[in-house]
């Protein structure tokens, strides 16, 4: 095995038992990268110069024995929506192209002093908006597992990376599944907190009141330990919250005896691929073997997700992607007067689903609609929320698929918009209701493309989402499988 | 469903957005049949259900009336379309 095919628990113990040094491990992982990202395309930016002086910063801090971060020293990737200051930040789209940030994300400033080592920045849908990583502005992203096939998405780069061994871990951005769903797709460990547990200061903005950022990582420990360094308060953004940051990576342990995990009838329906259903259904039968007792739930406004996401999260996307304007940053067009400039710069600059998803959300909050579609829909957001809170009465955590199939072929699905949104109907409730959630793998389908698993959890606790997971995958092989050893 | 071409357009430059004919063609026919999608919220009854607009909405968050940032004009200017000395240049907008 090679470094760069470490877990991250499993790199910070080997550079702690100096038996590679930081410089190493970094080399290792920029060597994966020049070998297969010719093909997978995860990066859009590549940091190498930054990346090997990071390292030898963070070799010095490790001879030294000053800092027990289990973070210093491991290369970490980040989706291309974090603002890295001194590093090109594109968000997949024409209109910021050449954007250098002139700060650092909170997040990217937290994983800085915990000494890792940043990369590069990962492939997306263009401003977060997409679930198969090919509407990005530069290049599509492919499904290690298989070429043809796409990563899942917004967050697809980050995902690929992971599974690719390009980095040791990333995070990605989650707004209505962008974490989780590539997560699935590609056989890694994804993780949505609960909104406001992670600063979202420094992220381009999406749907503020969905987008949350997490980690994506090769097992479940390593979620654990990369929230732990994510997670808490931070002045600069008003919606995270002040609540203390369990340790984790510490509760872990314990196993789900006991434990009362809901199934959700809503979530077994017609449509979704008969070996996801199986292999999900495998994984319940797993946790009822250790203990945990299955209840049979009900969630009974699922089936209205989909359109009240797509109302709330275009709304909110209209009004802040109009920061896009070509005056202060970003592209600008050349233009007869100003009106002209902005409409021209704007054309130039955005791509077809984020100019789909703007004029939906213009139009749902234009005079005359804004009753019959947005206002509609935070009620029915409402419900959605009343249903978790009834269901978590009786219940510790919520099991469902991840997804409804396994990955899709690359352009199956780019000329229905409708059926691209509907490959994201088990995660996007989540979001609504600003729950935890994470994705891990549960097995293969005959094509050997990995099947996710996903368990909710209660508001703030994620530590039993990561219990349950942990106990799940201790169980399994499935989190141990590469691309390559695919038969 | 389609929207008509007038709807997109007004919907256009409320966006800000220059569409070319094949892409007004285009997104009245996508996005009538995604409005038609959601038409579906229309079988529920919502009578006295607030509306939930925020998974932490009992937070307001205050802080002491204190300047903390120390923003560095250089750097903010340094990604400007056009910039002339500390300004951003714009097109001009009076005659």
Known sequence: MTLAALTLHAASDTLRRRECSSVELTEAVLARIAASDENIRAYLTVDRQGARDQARQADKLLSENKSDSPLLGVPLALKDNFLTRGLKTTCASKILGDFVPPYDATTVAKLRNAGAVIVGKTNLDEFAMGSSAENSAFHPTRNPWDGARVPGGSSGGSAAAVAADECIAALGTDTGGSIRQPAACCGIVGLKPSYGRVSRYGIIAFASSMDQVGPMTKDVRDSALLLEAIAGHDPADATSVQRPVPKYSEALTGGVKGLRLGVPREYFVAGMAPEVEQAVRRAIAELEKQGARIEDISLPHTSYAVAVYYIIATAEASSNLARYDGMRYGHRAEAADLNDTYMLSREEGFGAEVKRRIMLGTYALSAGYYEAYYLKAQRVRALIKRDFDQAFASCDAIVTPTMPTTAFKIGEKTQDPLQMYLSDIYTISVNLAGLPAISLPCGFDKAGLPIGLQIIGKPFDEATILRVAYAYEQATECHTMKPEDRG | ?95
């Open chain 2, 1 to 95: 469903m389609k929207l008509s071409r007038d709807e997109v357009q007004r919907v256009a430059l409320l966006a800000r957005l220059r569409l070319t004919a094949s892409e007004e063609e285009q997104l009245a026919e996508q996005l009538g049949a995604i409005l038609e999608y959601m038409e579906q919220l229309n079988q529920l009854d919502i009578t006295g259900v607030e509306p939930f607009s925020h998974a932490n909405d009992a937070v307001t968050a205050l802080r002491e009336d204190k300047e903390v940032n120390q923003p560095n004009a250089d750097a903010l200017l340094a990604n400007a379309p056009e910039r002339d000395g500390s300004f951003f240049k714009v097109p001009k907008i009076i005659e």
